[in-house]
């Protein structure tokens, strides 16, 4: 029997939806670091936030295991991120769609996290597009110079559905990458 477990990574900048991403896919009770945003300018965005990390689980209908991490988005958890990142079998990075102020954080992030996991696929996905005024994944690609061989997905990190077929998704790169993860 092949193990069919491996570590996904939920990557992006604060607010992003990391948190809801996790908690809407996960099949068992997440693990939540969240505190109360000490910062004014970030507590009128949101009362909370990540300050290490977040965990859940997920079984696909082939039957694996996702172990899914998210990480804190504030740049002062940074030390978090290489930690987080290692074994990391792919990144999905998540993108406030309706929400250019915190781009700015990105390309730091990025680089941490691929240097630890170079090898690692990652799907870029503009969330909310629930929400008016959302960029579309094609908008968020030209505005982040993000190259045509790398994905971007519309997604809705509250929908299952969407989460779902996200994770589908970015596990078909893996498994395109990692064949010892595949059934013969
Ligand atoms: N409408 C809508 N709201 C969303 C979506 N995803 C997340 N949110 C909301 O966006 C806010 C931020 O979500 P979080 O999941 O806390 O974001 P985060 O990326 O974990 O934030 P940090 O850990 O602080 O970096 C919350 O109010 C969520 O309910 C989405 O797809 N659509
Ligand atoms: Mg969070």
Do not use: C
Not at 44 to 65: C, L, P, Q, S
Not at 68 to 89: C, H, N, V, Y
Not at 102 to 115: D, G, H, S
Request: no cysteine.
């Amino acid at each position: 029997m092949i193990d069919k477990t491996f570590k996904i990574l939920v990557a992006g900048h604060f607010g992003a939806g990391k948190t809801t991403f996790v908690k809407t896919i996960s099949q068992i009770e997440t693990v939540n670091t969240e505190r109360k945003t000490s910062l004014k300018e970030e507590r009128e965005k949101k009362e909370t936030t990540t300050v290490a990390m977040d965990f859940g689980e997920y079984i696909n209908e082939y039957g694996y295991k996702l172990r899914i991490f998210g990480i804190p988005g504030q740049e002062r958890f940074s030390f978090m991120w290489p930690i987080l990142a290692r074994d990391t079998k792919g990144f999905v990075f998540l993108i406030d769609s309706t929400d250019t102020s915190r781009w700015f954080e990105i390309p730091k992030q990025l680089k941490i996290l691929l240097k630890v996991s170079p090898s690692a696929p990652i799907l870029f996905v503009a969330n909310k597009v629930d929400l008016p005024g959302a960029m579309s994944a094609e908008e968020v690609r030209k505005k982040l110079k993000i190259p045509p061989h790398i994905k971007v997905v519309e997604g809705i990190a509250t929908d299952k559905k969407i989460v779902e077929r996200i994770l589908n998704e970015l596990t078909e790169e893996i498994l395109k990458k990692n064949p010892e993860l595949k059934e013969i």
